[in-house]
């Protein structure tokens, strides 16, 4: 069955937010139905026949041909099927997902998976602030699934991971991992000053010895660690700089001994 398309018509003046516009919403609704479905906006109401060319397909399949910094909280809550954006996106990208994939082609800006339960994201660029991380005022960020960043990551990506894997193809901004209570950080590229500073539990894995490691994490020497292969297997199609460090000799750096002091970050011996 074909693919339901939206084509951007002319970049926003305004933030768009394009959370109704996931598979199980737009289920068994007309094109019509579909161009008719009013965005929320900071300025002016608009629908989505405004800003975009409808191609009727299966809903399950979505494409976005034309992306923009503006498309705030795309794949929000999805629950199944594929969405494709060609450019970039915005804001809260893949929040709160349950399962389905997201890809965006370009890059994206902060809080990407933020409270993810399910599913997988794919950003072939660069990704903001608190990749994965929590909103103001919520006690855990992402909880489940896979996120995959080619490019870079923002400072704090990783904050308060609770579940789930998150890999970045190249480099990371300060505090990586921060608060972790769990999960997998994996950073490809070099990690910038102080990651897993005050993680309880959870892995962060790193190409090379980071800026600024916070004192209160103890060399534990080298490791086995039979995950590590396991993991390298099943995320070296998407990531084999990632898969490539897994599969190296390991030392284990305990921490954070300012709190439990059961994470740990894994360098290549």
């Keep these: 069955m074909s693919v339901l398309v939206f084509t951007l018509r002319a970049e926003p003046e305004q933030r768009l937010n394009l959370s109704t516009l996931v598979p199980h919403r737009l289920d068994k609704l007309t094109q019509r139905e579909i161009e008719s479905i009013a965005i929320e906006t900071t300025k002016v109401v608009t629908k989505v026949g405004d800003m975009f060319r409808v191609r009727k397909g299966d809903p399950a399949q979505i494409r976005f041909a034309g992306g923009s910094r503006r498309f705030d909280r795309i794949a929000e809550a999805m629950t199944a099927g594929t969405i ?101 950080l994996i950073i490809a590229g070099g990690a910038g000053p102080l990651p897993g500073y005050l993680m309880r539990r959870g892995t962060i894995v790193l190409n090379e010895a980071p800026e600024q490691l916070s004192p209160t994490f103890a060399d534990s020497g080298p490791v086995e660690l039979v995950f590590a292969r396991l993991l390298a297997e099943s995320v070296k199609l998407q990531a084999p700089a990632a898969a490539k460090i897994l599969n190296r000799p390991l030392r284990r750096l305990s921490g954070d001994l300012a709190l439990e002091g059961k994470g740990e970050i894994l360098l290549p011996v």
């Excluded at 494709?84 to 370009?106: F, K, W």
């Excluded at 072939?124 to 991380?133: M, P, R, S």
């Excluded at 904050?159 to 505090?175: C, S």
């Design 84 to 184: 494709l954006v060609e450019g970039d996106v915005g804001a809260r990208a893949g929040r709160l997902m349950n399962s389905g994939t997201l890809t965006v082609s370009g890059s994206a800006g902060p809080w990407v998976g933020s409270g993810m339960e399910g599913g997988s994201i794919i950003v072939a660029g660069d990704v903001g602030e608190w990749l994965g991380g929590p909103l103001p005022g919520e006690m855990a960020g992402m909880r489940g699934g896979v996120v995959t960043v080619k490019g870079n990551a923002g400072r704090e990506a990783g904050h308060r991971l609770r579940r789930g894997t998150i890999i970045i193809g190249k480099k990371a901004g300060p505090y990586a991992g921060r608060a972790m209570i769990a999960g997998t």
